[in-house]
């Protein structure tokens, strides 16, 4: 069966970096692209960015572009997120969900089980 | 950036039916995808393609999708059903995501 096994929680200071990884299994890596989706306590899903597994192609949102870094290992089935100079308000759930669907009509129909990251000084 | 408007909470009384809206310029033209969030957990797919359930959802779940407003329709509400619930669509424009607010349902 399909499953996204996100890292676990992470606690670090401001201006740190962190990464995370969601290592997939049960499916052709390959075929799939995965999106970044993070949740600060209390609100809703924020979409970060996706990358396509095959080739390593990125669209960030224009709030996080160059400060975020999303990056696959194909072999080893696993997508990673690295989020640099992190601020208070970095604090949140973060997500890995893989794309389903048509080019364009993209829905996410797994998603990894979240890694919570903490920025506290 | 298209923008899509749901309702912050909807409340309803076990085994009567919920409906939850979401809001989006000629969203009847896109894709309407739902996503259900139990407190403490990560989403979980119920609705695809305007009105497609994925495998293991129950047929109490059910879409729709027209004009400028999608509905996620949830018959026979139990307990269990109570968690947040977001709609997306694919913005081709931008190449990404976009999701709705969600809008928390509160099994009375």
């Known amino acids: 069966q399909v499953q996204l096994v996100q890292s676990g929680g992470e606690v670090k200071k401001p201006g740190a970096s962190v990464k995370v990884s969601c290592k997939a299994s049960g499916y052709t890596f390959s075929k799939y692209g995965i999106s970044w989706v993070r949740q600060a306590p209390g609100q809703g899903l924020e979409w970060m960015g996706w990358i396509t597994s095959y080739n390593g192609n990125t669209n960030y949102a224009q709030k996080f572009q160059g400060r975020v870094t999303m990056s696959t290992d194909t072999s080893i089935s696993t997508a990673y997120m690295e989020v640099k100079s992190l601020r208070s308000d970095d604090t949140a759930n973060y997500y890995c969900?893989?794309?389903?669907?048509?080019?364009?009509?993209?829905?996410?129909?797994?998603w990894g089980q979240g890694t919570l990251v903490t920025v506290s000084s | 950036s298209y923008v899509l408007t749901q309702p912050p909470s909807v409340s309803v009384a076990p085994g009567q039916t919920a409906r939850i809206t979401c809001g989006g310029n000629n969203i009847g033209s896109k894709s309407v995808h739902w996503h259900q969030q139990k407190p403490g957990q990560a989403p979980v797919l119920v609705v695809y393609d305007d009105s497609d359930r994925p495998l293991g959802i129950p047929e109490r779940f059910s879409g729709s999708n027209s004009g400028n407003t999608a509905t996620l329709t949830i018959s026979r509400v139990e307990a269990g059903d109570e968690a947040g619930y977001y709609c997306q669509v694919w913005d081709s424009s931008g190449d990404h995501p976009v999701f709705g607010g969600g809008t928390k349902l509160t099994v009375l």
């Open positions: 969900a893989r794309h389903q669907g048509d080019y364009g009509d993209y829905c996410f129909d797994y």
